[in-house]
């Protein structure tokens, strides 16, 4: 018959059931703590946002087009060639004039949902102005966290196109305040959707 090794009885005789169940419920309550700390988890405390550059895709990868650009937003599976801008819109227009200010449905949906349902988390996001200018979009929520669509250049017809994710970008449930800057020849021209971005779950 093996003998007892000294020292080898379980926490429960150790300590009684009583006891050890306290410890386990500590100990568990301490790993809980330090994953709610360092936002691993988020039981408690609701996820927070940052500031960041939103990933997306652009005109290259997704061609636009758009019968009246002030209304619509274009469909990821459209297609069109760029104009050639007309004499005097050209991108480079040595006359210093500023560029006109945004315009257009600036989000395809205002209520995307994080989890895809009922409405879809992609987004495809379109910045009207004068050809040839840059162009950026930026959310901003109450605890001024700033997320950005990088600038891009627009083509021959004023226009271009951001596709993305609010899931995949970070974005937490609430609303976005969206806030649209075109500039050409140094000069800014800044729009304001009236309707804010509005997140769901």
């Not at 997306?56 to 050639?84: I, L, M, R, Y």
């Not at 910045?127 to 162009?135: I, L, V, Y």
């Not at 021209?189 to 309707?195: G, K, L, P, R, W």
């Amino acid at each position: 018959m093996a003998k007892k090794v000294p020292g080898s009885r379980s926490l429960f005789g150790r300590f009684g059931l009583k006891t050890s169940l306290a410890i386990i419920g500590v100990l568990a309550l301490i790993v809980f703590v330090i994953l709610e700390l360092t936002g691993v988890t988020h039981f408690v405390r609701e996820e927070k946002a940052s500031s960041g550059t939103i990933p997306s895709s652009g005109n290259s990868e997704s061609p636009q087009t758009s019968e009246d650009k002030s209304s619509t937003v274009p469909s990821a599976d459209s297609s069109s060639p760029s104009e050639t801008p007309k004499q005097g819109s050209s991108a480079t227009s040595s006359n210093g004039a500023a560029p006109i200010t945004p315009y257009g449905n600036f989000v395809s949906n205002h209520s995307p949902n994080l989890d895809g349902v009922p409405a879809p988390s992609s987004i495809q996001s379109v910045c009207n102005t004068s050809p040839g200018a840059s162009c950026y979009i930026e959310f901003t929520n109450s605890d001024g966290v700033v997320k950005k669509l990088t600038s891009q250049k627009t083509d021959g017809n004023g226009a271009t196109y951001w596709y993305w994710d609010v899931a995949q970008a970070g974005f937490t449930v609430g609303f976005w305040k969206i806030t649209v800057v075109a500039t050409l020849n140094g000069q800014p021209a800044t729009a304001t959707d009236a309707i804010n971005l509005e997140v769901g779950s």
